[in-house]
DNA sequence: CTTGTTTGCTTAAACGTTTTACCTAATTAT
DNA sequence: ATAATTAGGTAAAACGTTTAAGCAAACAAG
């Protein structure tokens, strides 16, 4: 480990205080009523040394660390990698660094993520809540730190929030299977409290019930830490009483893809033996035998607002915002081979 | 933005020294010998006003940020986010935080993101390099660094990797078309002068000589920062002039991706038409009418021994290490359905 | 010729830790 | 009894910045 060049090397250098480089070099040289020539000279050495700031000992003495904590459920799931990825960009745009911590979903896990981004000062937070987190997100707001959440969120927390309309997306979705003759349409949830998930349910519960179809028997919910061999079983067990489905629905792109691969096993045809619509889209999506159905969300969107209402109270507003992004149903046909 | 609480706030409210509470909140009470009756007091005070330790504040005291800085070309692709994640967990367990920047591939941006890591004083570097950063990496060593080089490397470079063995990938993956009766078989790939590429392309074009079939014509490389009309183009361009091509090897999980799209878009049926073996497998992949063969990275050894290898060379050790990872070649045949 | 202003720069404190050096009182050894 | 040790603690420097405050010299205004 080689000694980095600091501002002291550089004003010893030129034969300067600390202070006068540290003007210089912030581009205060007007204020500060730098001569030209000193001006000159530091600029030249700090070239020469190849002086870059210590972001930690700024940090430290401005209170601000220009970084944000991103917590999502699991950066190696495409839809919260392209969201990481999305708040990186938008966030870089303004100077800002994320530092990222994965939940799994789980309340502990969540907790040690917050806590170790909050050790690192991360100035304001986003974060795809997970179920029981209530609490720790109230800390954050009780300490007053800026937070965002996406995806989902908490009604009884006065807290900024951007996600989808998820009823909207289920109630389309259904809908739509309703309207080219589907009667017996399944629901695909996950068993949480979740308000997304609610929504989601709600939407589709609301499209059968308009319609005059029954639905309570035909809502699936599985459980958080599936395996794929215990979704298929839940499936399994579903379609055996249920011979008639001629629709299903699933509620996010985890479900969609272990439907998928549940529909694969046994041989079922999708969408000549039962219709499908999936949540999120994705390349087994567009490549399967006949292009699939599917609720799409607008994440860039979601990501880059979610950056702009973080700066928003990163620069003093305290004004809370909460949007409701629309999906999309992207219906497609059989394809023409 | 409230206060947070510091070491003075406890101390001043126990009634004894900044350094006293340091020193029993690190544990050393015992070499330092605190009473026992000041030690709980000191404790019960940080529990209720509920101190957390500043790491931003430790870091430039000790010189050691306990921060990870991860580079990889795009978080969003699912290979990168997986590994990120991989590598979150594993530097997780060692105490470090992971901070990330997407290069895009590209080497003005992996400069900036590296400056932005550098700036961030992360301790050590795990860097999936861009083509043309091998000044950039060399930087880094220059000034003693530890750095890990993962997927990639710079031979010229006295450098830490791990990496797969990329000839033998293509090279059984092409023997296996060819011994399934094969003889015109394309390979698909970047124009790169990575050398994973150079490698991925020396290993077809040896299994194809080994057994006297010509290649030359047959090596397809596109552009890096391609879209997929423009694979398509040079995909067409390549088959109207090869139309007795019967195998496909694709070179990475992007290209392989792109080949399927283009098949799907051109009714060609895979494996029927033509013989196919992409990279890194996937959803697509798995989910595609008939299960494709594909070259299988060992993603999870990979992401282990690079935070492995780095932790070695934080904790002290000047050993270089570099490792070549075995590739496992995925056959399927034709599903049941 | 004083007084005030501008110019150009320096000093020093502060951010929250860690850690070295030092201090005093009590105990033990001589 | 005095000297040496130990127990239990404090003071202060340091990490690399930023920034408020100050200060001397030069200059302008009265």
New binding site residues.
């Given amino acids: 480990m080689e000694?980095?060049?600091?501002?002291?090397d550089i004003a010893s250098r030129v034969?300067?205080?600390?202070?006068?480089?540290?003007?210089v070099?912030?581009g205060?040289e007007k204020e500060?009523?730098?001569?030209a020539?000193?001006v000159a000279k530091v600029r030249q050495a700090a070239e020469e040394m190849n002086?870059?700031?210590?972001q930690?000992?700024?940090s430290?003495?401005?209170?601000a660390t220009k970084t944000i904590g991103l917590v999502v459920a699991d950066i190696s799931n495409p839809f919260f990698g392209h969201l990481a990825r999305i708040i990186e960009d938008e966030a870089f745009k303004s100077g800002y660094t994320v530092i990222f911590g994965s939940s799994d979903e789980d309340e502990e896990k969540s907790a040690m993520v917050l806590r170790t981004l909050q050790n690192r000062q991360a100035d304001g937070y986003i974060i795809v809540p997970s179920e029981g987190t209530t609490r720790q997100i109230s800390g954050l707001l009780r300490k007053k730190r800026p937070v965002v959440l996406v995806d989902r969120y908490f009604p009884e927390l006065n807290c900024s929030h951007i996600v989808l309309n998820n009823y909207q997306a289920t109630f389309d979705a259904t809908s739509h299977l309703i309207g080219k003759g589907c009667k017996r349409i399944a629901l695909v949830a996950y068993r949480t409290s979740l308000i997304h998930m609610k929504e989601r349910i709600r939407g589709y519960a609301e499209a059968m019930s308009v319609s005059g179809l029954p639905w309570e028997d035909l809502l699936i919910e599985v459980e958080f830490g599936h395996t794929q061999a215990e979704t298929d079983n839940a499936l399994n067990k579903f379609l055996e009483k249920n011979r008639n489905v001629d629709g299903m629905v699933f509620s996010n792109n985890g479900l969609s893809l272990g439907g998928l691969y549940y529909m694969q096993k046994y041989c079922i045809r999708v969408p000549r033996d039962l219709a499908f619509i999936g949540f999120d889209g994705g390349e087994a999506f567009d490549l399967y035998p006949t292009p699939l159905s599917y609720v799409s969300q607008p994440l860039e969107e979601m990501g880059r607002e979610a950056v702009k209402i973080l700066m928003d109270q990163l620069h003093g507003t305290n004004r809370i915002t909460q949007i409701m992004l629309t999906p999309t149903l992207i219906i497609r046909e059989a394809s023409p081979c």
Avoid at 15 to 23: E, K
Avoid at 51 to 54: C, F, G, S, V
């Fill in positions: 000694k980095r060049v600091s501002l002291k034969g300067v205080s600390v202070a006068l480089v540290s003007y070099l912030n205060k500060m009523r730098v001569s020539e000193v002086y870059e700031p210590n930690i000992a700024r430290l003495r401005m209170g």
